[in-house]
Nanobody
Framework: VQLQASGGGLVQPGGSLRLACAASGSIFSINAMGWYRQAPGKQRELVAAITSGGSTNYADSVKGRFTISRDNAKNTVYLQMNSLKAEDTAVYYC???????????????WGQGTLVTVSS
């Protein structure tokens, strides 16, 4: 299973970006999907997560500004980021709990990371 993240870049404070992460390979089903971020010198932290049924969870620091969504038909998770702040600058990683076949267990897979820089 591979997760390919895209959509990062340089944006001014107050701007918006939309990240996408597509899962491919041997996929029977996907449970939860999520986005994490890691800023320089800091630990990786959860940004947002979404279950297969659409329930969502957000870090307090992004509530009201970020929206996570998913397209189950495309095995893709999105993160719409609005009102970006300098402190949102980080490498953003996606992950997904994937079941490769009907007889296998869910395993957590990670994308390669995409850099988001918020600066004027």
């Amino acid at each position: 299973v591979q997760l390919q993240a895209s959509g990062g870049g340089l944006v001014q404070p107050g701007g918006s970006l939309r990240l996408a992460c597509a899962a491919s390979g041997s996929i029977f089903s996907i449970n939860a999907m999520g986005w994490y971020r890691q800023a320089p010198g800091k630990q990786r932290e959860l940004v947002a997560a979404i279950t297969s049924g659409g329930s969502t969870n957000y870090a307090d620091s992004v509530k009201g500004r970020f929206t996570i969504s998913r397209d189950n038909a495309k095995n893709t998770v999105y993160l719409q980021m609005n009102s970006l702040k300098a402190e949102d600058t980080a490498v953003y990683y996606c992950n997904a709990e994937v079941r490769g076949s009907w007889y296998s267990r869910y395993e957590t897979n990670w994308g390669q990371g995409t850099l988001v820089t918020v600066s004027s």
